[in-house]
């Protein structure tokens, strides 16, 4: 087996194949992305190149900045949740009872597709027959909120179904990283007198930073470019308040035909996410990577 | 260590067998299929097997009628054309949109689909996409069709779409709210804005409108801007590409007035069409402004209950005192039409399928389903709801029929328009920066 794996062509042999369909699934739509944000193209006609001209567009573009603040907005949110994550993953993975219950509820919206989770809390923000609206005329709230409808609130009340939706996800990952710890560095801190709160905070949350930063990535990345309940709930509405970059993209190139000016955006969210992991990935550097074993 | 590495090679070879195996699987069904393509295409013998490709955009659960009518003109085809077989993708509204232009950027539109009029297909024709349907009003569909609503389709001279239907946009009223609150169909702007106020204070929603969809507040504006600047005024702003008219201005703030009077259903910027619908369905909100698609729900599709169709009627949207417009004035146009993609490898097989579908669609679809063909229809042979028939005499005595504007402006400008019709409905932004904006991006003529 050693000796396979240590041959160059067998490895090559054996990485070819996905490598192939990366480079044409992934990286060659990359760059042809690229391509087209230099170009005017409706999408059908011909294109015609202008150069940097979408990029300067963009740079200028108000409706495009403030749905980069929207997507950066939501990142940050994101980010500030998974200390909420951890929490929970800390207490379930603390051997209380119906751990197991919990673990699987708070998965659950995983399990459901984005449209469906989108119908779902469409129908709890409905201004009239909604459930959210009937709990607080219940309580005896007049004016009850227009949630989708009003461009003030419109963007939290979308980040809600979202972070419900990630919740599960991030717990799980949480989880796994927590029961991961060996129990005997526990047990010595326990015996050395540590309070829960000292053995959670000195102890496993230091264990688990590794963890911490690939989540705080995913976490960020996928905000900056997040698309499909956004599209389905309010498809960046009323009049753009609820717009983030990867709609903003979709509405540019397939409803104004502006393919090339379209693409330029996608480029641009691209050259986002890789300036924001690699900034992540700065920040969060340490000399000395704590290791267990 | 060596019977590892037998296995492991034993592996790699079990899966490259079965991924060749499928390979050749599926090269073993083109080649099946490949010779009865090409030899009759050679021979051009009429037992030629061919198969069409149909898109269209209604799904059975929301336009069953429609969906209906389609499933039978096909079956009718095929029985009278034993060789061709027709595959039909069904896709909503909005998706049908994204589809269209998906296929169109990869070359691969269906033989025949639908598209609508103007700006919409507009870079589909100049990117020599769809065939021109000449040789089919030339021959076949000679006069069949209403007057003018072929229009629409033509750029410089040809025409590229032929259209299915024609609508207009009545105000379909609950008469059993109307009764129970002595209110009659307003006749000026002033009575609906009392009856709004009548029915906001007996806590009933006057009009429900799903402004997600931003195209339904259009037409509120539309209707607006015909009674106060008359009926030429949008299609001209539009085409001179100025917005700057005071009966626009005047228009945009009458359409916030009756937001500011809770006219419009609670939380209308965030509901889609088909939400704010189902109020009226519901029968909670009194009033509905839709375009004649509509009318199978109040009157032939069975899926409603009689007992709700009864108490549907409909008025025409009313005048302004002082205004330019007449009350017969209306907003719609041709719907969407069927073209046939340039690239299709049986065009002529497609063109004829077209010919045979818009004769059939104009004698199935008023009987069967109630949508108005934009083919002359013969009042006096098809027995028809009386909903139909008032309709059709109006569009018979309209006049003027003011085309969507969404429709009329190109893609980049009614993309836009849609935004600022949501900003306008929602008060976040004034009368005169609507107008405003709304002209520079006409400017900007994308």
Same mark, same amino acid.
Do not use: C, Q
């Given at each position: 087996m050693e000796k396979v794996m240590s041959n160059k062509g067998i490895i090559a042999l054996y990485v070819l194949p996905s490598l192939l369909l990366i480079i044409a699934i992934i990286y060659l739509p990359i760059v042809l992305t690229g391509y087209y944000g230099l170009m005017q193209w409706d999408g059908i006609s011909p294109m015609t190149f202008i150069g940097l001209e979408n990029y300067s567009t963009l740079l200028h573009d108000e409706k495009f900045w403030s749905s980069v603040y929207h997507s950066f907005l939501f990142a940050v949110l994101s980010t500030v949740f998974l200390s909420v994550y951890m929490a929970v993953a800390l207490v379930l993975s603390?051997?209380?009872?119906g751990a197991n219950l919990f673990r699987k509820i708070y998965l659950?919206?995983?399990?459901?597709s984005s449209v469906a989770i989108a119908q779902l809390w469409l129908k709890i923000y409905?201004?009239?027959?909604g459930i959210l609206n009937d709990f607080l005329t219940s309580l005896?709230?007049?004016?009850?909120?227009?949630w989708l409808a009003d461009p003030s609130i419109v963007l939290g009340a979308l980040f809600v179904p979202i972070l419900w939706q990630y919740a599960g996800f991030y717990i799980l990952i949480y989880y796994a990283a927590f029961k991961n710890i060996p129990a005997s560095l526990i047990e010595a801190a326990r015996i050395d007198g540590a309070s829960p709160i000292q053995i959670a905070l000195r102890i496993k949350i230091p264990l688990i930073s590794e963890v911490i930063k690939v989540t705080i990535v995913l976490a960020v990345v996928g905000s900056l470019k997040y698309f499909d309940l956004i599209y389905v709930m309010t498809d960046g509405g009323p009049n753009g308040a609820s717009e983030v970059m990867a709609s903003y993209m979709y509405h540019k190139a397939?409803?104004?035909?502006?393919f090339g000016y379209g693409s330029a955006i996608g480029f641009f969210l691209l050259l986002i996410c890789l300036v924001a992991t690699w900034g992540i990935r700065k920040l969060t550097e340490t000399k000395d990577s704590i290791q267990y074993s | 260590m060596k019977r590892k590495m037998l296995a492991a090679c034993t592996l790699i070879l079990a899966l490259v067998l079965v991924v060749t195996a499928c390979g050749s699987g599926s090269n073993n069904g083109k080649k099946n299929s490949s010779p009865s393509s090409s030899d009759s295409g050679a021979? #051009?013998?009429?037992?030629e097997k061919i198969t069409l490709k149909l898109m269209h955009l209604w799904p059975d659960g929301s336009n069953s009628a429609q969906n209906k009518v389609i499933k039978q003109i096909i079956e009718e085809y095929q029985n009278a054309n034993p060789n061709v077989t027709i595959k039909t993708e069904v896709l909503e509204n909005e998706q049908y949109k994204s589809k269209l232009k998906v296929l169109s950027a990869s070359n691969d539109l269906p033989d025949v689909g639908f598209t609508w009029a103007a700006g919409f297909m507009e870079p589909y024709v100049k990117g020599n996409m769809f065939t021109s349907l000449d040789d089919l009003l030339q021959g076949d569909?000679?006069?069949?069709?209403?007057?003018?609503?072929t229009d629409g389709y033509a750029f410089d001279g040809k025409t590229y779409g032929l259209p299915v239907e024609l609508n207009i946009v009545p105000v379909y009223y609950n008469k059993e709210i109307f009764a129970q609150n002595n209110l009659q169909p307003p006749q000026t702007l002033d009575d609906l804005k009392n009856i709004i106020k009548t029915l906001n204070d007996k806590g009933v929603t006057p009009i429900t409108l799903g402004?997600?969809?931003a195209w339904t507040a259009s037409f509120w504006y539309m209707y607006l801007v015909d009674r106060f600047g008359g009926p030429d005024l949008l299609d001209k702003s539009i085409a001179s590409n100025t917005f700057s008219d005071p009966s626009l201005i005047e228009a945009a703030k009458q359409a916030q007035e009756l937001v500011d009077m809770k006219a419009?259903? #609670?939380?209308f910027n965030g509901l889609s069409n088909d939400e704010a619908k189902s109020e009226f369905m519901n029968g909670k909100a009194a009033m509905y402004a839709m375009?004649?698609?509509?009318?199978p729900n109040y009157?032939?599709? /069975?899926?409603? /209950?009689q007992e709700f169709k009864d108490k549907i009627g409909y008025f025409k949207f009313p005048t302004v005192s002082g205004?330019?417009?007449?009350?017969?004035?209306?907003v719609g146009g041709v719907g969407v039409g069927l073209f046939v993609s340039e690239?299709?490898?049986?065009k002529d097989e497609a063109k004829k399928f077209v010919s045979f579908f818009v004769q059939k669609w104009g004698e199935h679809?008023?009987?069967?389903?109630g949508i108005i063909p934009a083919t002359k229809v013969d009042t006096t042979t098809v027995k028809l709801p009386q909903m139909f028939i008032d309709l059709l005499n109006e569009l018979n005595t309209a006049k003027k029929v003011t085309l969507y504007a969404d429709v009329q402006m190109k893609p980049v400008a009614s993309e836009e328009h849609h935004n600022l019709v949501q900003a306008l409905f929602g008060k976040a932004v004034t009368p005169e920066e609507f107008a405003k904006k709304q002209e520079d991006v006409l400017k900007a003529g994308k």
């Open positions: 603390g051997n209380i009872r659950l919206p995983m399990l459901l409905h201004p009239t027959t005896g709230v007049k004016e009850t909120p227009e397939f409803r104004g035909f502006e | 021979s #051009k013998s009429s037992d569909l000679k006069d069949k069709f209403v007057a003018g609503t402004a997600k969809d419009f259903v #609670k939380g375009g004649t698609w509509e009318v009157t032939t599709n /069975p899926d409603v /209950p205004g330019k417009g007449d009350v017969s004035d209306w690239k299709s490898k049986y679809s008023v009987t069967d389903a």
